[in-house]
């Protein structure tokens, strides 16, 4: 006479544990409010670009056009800009600026980088600028970049990679019969 039994199978694990669950929530709350900050970073930069786009277009004069130079402490490496001054008229009324885009003239470590920019605006030179018709005190050059509004999708996947961390962690598990353990058999053989 001879019993076979068999072990008991352990049970497979059908839903995180609650502290895994909060986890998981957490972190696709975290990714969904990254991406959407920079999502709006980046829309607000989209939109101000192309509102410029629209800005009426004068003529200008490139008045000064020169190379500023600034040292933050005696151990750093100076930095140069371009410092550009045009005048313009608005509506009869004559106005000078130093926006070359709308943030101003960014630094840089490099002057050679600096000389070559302000190649492009010596003084003297008639150019265009595009005037702010609801301030007509700012005037930028160059109007910014429309790259922001076709980089946006890369944030979108931190936003739609949180929306499926959060759902995972908050789906059900199904269990199945064939999950379950297997009941203990007991077989007799005469």
């Not at 039994?5 to 972190?27: E, M, N």
């Not at 709006?40 to 989209?46: D, E, H, P, T, V």
């Not at 277009?57 to 800009?81: F, G, L, W």
């Not at 931190?158 to 759902?167: H, S």
Request: proline share 8%; net charge positive; charged share 15%.
């Amino acid at each position: 006479m001879a019993s076979i039994s068999s072990a008991p199978a352990t049970p497979s694990r059908t839903q995180p544990s609650t502290g895994g669950k909060w986890y998981l929530i957490v972190l696709g709350l975290s990714l969904v409010l990254i991406g959407s900050l920079f999502i709006w970073l980046l829309a607000r930069s989209f939109l101000r670009a192309l509102e410029m786009r629209d800005w009426p277009e004068v003529p200008c004069a490139v008045i000064n056009s020169e190379v500023e130079t600034r040292i933050h402490d005696p151990q750093s490496q100076p930095q140069y800009r371009q410092n550009v001054i045009f005048g313009y008229e608005w509506q009869g009324q004559t106005f000078t600026n130093d926006h070359l885009t709308l943030r101003g003239s960014p630094w840089y470590s490099s002057r050679e980088r600096i000389e070559k920019r302000i190649a492009e605006f010596p003084i003297g030179k008639m150019t265009t600028c595009r005037v702010n018709p609801s301030n007509p005190s700012f005037a930028v050059l160059k109007p910014d970049s429309l790259a922001p509004g076709y980089t946006i999708w890369f944030p979108s996947l931190f936003v739609v990679g949180g929306i499926g961390v959060i759902l995972g962690a908050l789906r059900k598990k199904k269990t199945s019969a064939s999950a379950s353990p297997p009941a203990a058999r007991n077989d007799s053989t005469h």
